[in-house]
Every structure is written in C-alpha cells, then in structure tokens.
C-alpha cells in the first residue's frame, strides 16, 4: 500500500514544498502554506464511465471511423492541417446578452458576430462577494440555456432543492423542463447523478462545499478545493460539459483558496458592486475563449438582475438627464472593451489641515488622484495643499482608463473655484506631468456614444476630428489652462 506524504502547498502561487517555511520560497509571501495529504493511490481516472458513456453518447461511431477519430485526438497535428470548424469552438447563449458578452463571442471570417456565451468544454470560476447575486445570475442564466433546448443541471451545496426552486419561481424560470436540480456535496454522486443526467452545461454553487470522501479534509480546504477543480475541469475537458463553478471570496476580495483554482478554469469571472445598491458589474479576469476587457451591467431588482447597458453611465438628457449646471461634476466618455459608457465624475473639496490634508476616492485610481491634484497647483496655480479632496466615480463602474484625467482634473478645480461645466458638455483626453492634454484613443466611438445620449460639446485634445456621423462639436484644449477656462 502506497504511503501518504504530507506536503505544504502554497495559497499564493501553488507551489509544493516538502516542509513548512515561514515565507514560500517562490514567490515570498508569508504564512502562506497550508499543509496537505497525499494518497499516490488515489490518482486514478475518477471520471473514466463518465467519458465512455458520454462518448458513445454523444457521436457514435464505428469501425476504422471511431479509430481514426480517437487518433486524431491523442496525436499531434500540423497547425496548418486543423479545420476551419475546429477554430471556432461552439457556444451556448444563456439568453443574457450583457453575461454571454463578457463570456465572449464567435467571429466568422469577416469578423462579424456569429454566437455568444459558454463554450462546449470549458471551466468557468465565478467570484463575488457573499449577496451580490452569484446564484441569481446564474440559476438566470441556467433557465436561459433550457429555454434553448440546452439541458443543465444545477447543483446546489450550500441549499435544498426547494429553496433554489422558490428562487427560480421569483426569476420565472420554474417551468423549464430541461434544467434538473440536485442537492449534493459528495463528488461521486454528482459526476453519478451528471452521467446519469448528461447536461451540456454544470452549475456547481459552491466549489467551497464539494469533498471527496477518500480525503481527510475537511470541505473548503486547500486539499478538498485543488481535488475537486482538478477533476471537474478534467471532466470537462474529456466529456465536452461546460463547467460552471461558484467560488467565494476573501475580505480583501480574492477568490478563497489556492491560486491553482484560476490556473485550472479556462474563465475567471467577477461579479462586482455593492450589495446594498442595485447596480451590478460583471468583469472578466481571466478568458482563454475572448477579451477580458469586456463588462457587463445589471441592475438588481425584485425579480432578479435585468440587463442595464446605461444603467453605470449617464442616462440621456432627453430621457430625463440633469440639464442643470452642477458643481464638481464631469461626465467623460470611457472605453471598456468594445462598449462606451459615459461615466459622471465627481469631486468635493472641503476645508483641511496643512499637512495632513485628505485624499479619498472611490472607483478611482488615488494614484492617478494624488498626481492631477499636483498638476492643478502646479500649472493652473490652485492652492490645494489644505484642501481636504473626494472623488468617485458614479453609478459602481471602476475608471481607470487615462482618458478619464481631464474629467477628474476638471471636477476637482469646479469643486474648488465653484464653476461648473456646461451639463451638455463632456470632456475626454489623457493629462500629462507638464500640464499638456493628450488624445485618447477610439475617439469616434466616444464621440457617436456622447451624441446618442444628447451631449453637443466635448473637450479634447487639439488635432482631433470628428466623424461624419456625429453631431457633436469639437473645443480643443491644449493644456490645463484652457481646461479650467470651460468652466463657468
């Protein structure tokens, strides 16, 4: 009988080492190894009915023809000998178009948008923090895909079946007969239960309350949490189910256990905002199948998260947009990914002590805050040393595109000289060490976002121009000066 090792593991990096250390050799984090078993007996195949039964399933063959294709699949191939069909992988819409864009998309050869959303195969680890609405989106995701014809089975580890079909009566997706519920923490009777069931797509909600019997660990530590990842996403890999893990969070924000947890998944996805506002943002941190730069924007309401593309950015002035001049308020045009959202800064600035003047922000960059604020006392000749200063973004979307300097430079020095800006007037431009605005980047996006929205003016830097189709003028500013001389 093989022997059982202990070996400590790194929460960190993931590295292995044979004895504890204060601080892990390889990458120099401290009291970040946790002790582990290992059984060399239990490296076996956990999933080989599985993928025997899905493949006899799924495409049956026969004779030379099922040879060949098994070939095919364990032996290496020239890149140049692939197929077509095999670049583009197949994906399943949830139905959700802001959580299929984050996802990510298919293109045909003209780089039009063919498909959207989960891909055949693939792990994906959504994070959040404790009552952002992880299990709504995606129990409303699920109901989606069996809408489609797209059979899932949702597992729930943290709840009963009953409480997650109350959840799915309130969403309106109770009557859907291709989703299957099971309530179960046990790994061998959820991969039982999913050959059994054969889905295209597995929720687990949560990956934190999965165990293996044959390990003595409890469920959630690093030993249980790198076993069972390990063979879901082999799972996936070998059966062609799209895997969908839920994984909690820490107090600083980090997805709980090892970092291999984010090796392993093909998407990391995190779900963010603030539990006790109703606007959500879903960002990718992690995608082997598109962009990470790509959002996504819901607003959560009594009958569960509603698609919202506008509702971080400002609404249109002729939707019932503030048409009143406000002070220390600037709205900049910002790029995330392929979307344009147009984002309201804003500043306030109130009496402080020399020398230990405040600096807050909130979904800003307070970097990027502490080197506009000595740009203003520099160049634009505004005391600020004794100013107390605050600046957030509104709406929860996090700004920290540079393009965004000119709007957060322009409301600290309205908060300051009480000016405001022309409510029909957004700003856009990068602002240098030397007081020099800089162009941004997809300007004509920017620009035909802030006409649909009613904006008529937009500051920029000089040598920009605009499109044919946006009706928007053009006042180029060169540097802080002429900025600040917008204002009033």
């Not at 892990?24 to 946790?34: A, Q, V």
């Not at 002790?35 to 080989?48: L, N, R, Y």
């Not at 899905?54 to 000998?81: F, M, N, Q, V, Y």
Request: glycine share 10%; with cysteine.
């Amino acid at each position: 009988m093989a022997k059982v090792k202990t070996l400590f593991v790194c929460r960190s990096c993931g590295a292995v080492q044979s004895r504890w250390m204060g601080k892990c050799p390889d990458c120099g984090t401290w009291d970040s190894l946790d002790e582990e078993t290992h059984d060399p007996s239990a490296a076996k195949d956990p999933q080989a009915a599985l993928v025997s039964a899905w493949s006899e399933l799924a495409e049956p063959k026969a004779g030379a023809a099922a040879d060949d294709a098994s070939a095919s699949s364990t032996t290496a191939r020239s890149i140049a000998d692939l197929e077509e069909s095999e670049e583009n992988l197949p994906r399943s819409s949830t139905g959700i178009h802001e959580f299929d864009r984050v996802l990510g998309v298919s293109r045909d050869a003209a780089g039009v948008v063919t498909s959207g959303g989960i891909v055949s195969g693939s792990a994906v680890l959504v994070g959040g923090e404790p009552g952002i609405g992880k299990s709504t989106l995606l129990l409303q995701a699920a109901s989606g895909l069996a809408r489609r014809g797209t059979r899932v089975l949702y597992v729930t580890s943290e709840e009963s079946a009953s409480q997650v079909r109350q959840r799915a009566v309130r969403l309106g997706g109770a009557s859907e007969k291709e989703l299957f519920l099971l309530s179960d923490t046990n790994l061998a009777r959820i991969v039982e239960q999913t050959r059994k069931v054969m889905p295209r797509v597995l929720v687990i909600d949560s990956i934190q309350m999965i165990y293996r019997s044959d390990i003595p660990a409890a469920p959630g530590s690093i030993t249980q949490l790198r076993r069972c990842a390990s063979e879901l996403v082999y799972l996936a890999k070998k059966s062609g189910i799209a895997v969908v893990l839920v994984g909690h969070v820490t107090k600083d924000g980090q997805l709980a256990g090892p970092r291999l947890l984010e090796h392993l998944v093909d998407t990391v996805v995190s779900f963010e905002g603030d539990r006790y506002h109703a606007h959500r943002v879903v960002r990718c941190i992690k995608n082997r199948f598109g962009t990470t730069l790509e959002i996504g924007l819901f607003e959560m309401t009594g009958e569960g998260l509603k698609e919202a593309p506008e509702s971080a950015g400002v609404m249109p002035l002729a939707s019932g947009g503030s048409v009143e001049p406000r002070i220390g308020s600037v709205v900049a045009p910002i790029m995330s990914g392929s979307r344009c959202v147009l984002v309201e800064v804003q500043a306030l600035t109130a009496t402080g002590f020399l020398g230990a003047a405040k600096r807050k922000a909130s979904g800003i960059d307070s970097n990027r805050l502490a080197m506009l604020i000595a740009v203003l006392e520099q160049h634009a000749g505004l005391r600020l040393a004794d100013r107390d200063i605050f600046a957030q973004s509104v709406g929860g979307l996090k700004v920290a595109e540079p393009a965004s300097d000119l709007a957060l430079l322009l409301s600290i020095a309205s908060a300051q000289m009480r000016k405001a800006l022309d409510p029909r007037t957004c700003v856009v431009g990068e602002v240098g060490l030397g007081g020099e605005i800089r162009p941004a980047a997809q300007l004509e996006a920017r620009l035909i976002e802030a006409s649909r929205l009613g904006f008529t003016r937009i500051l920029l830097a000089p040598g920009q121009r605009a499109p044919k189709n946006a009706k928007i003028e053009l006042v180029a500013v060169k540097n802080v000066d002429r900025a600040i001389e917008q204002l009033g």
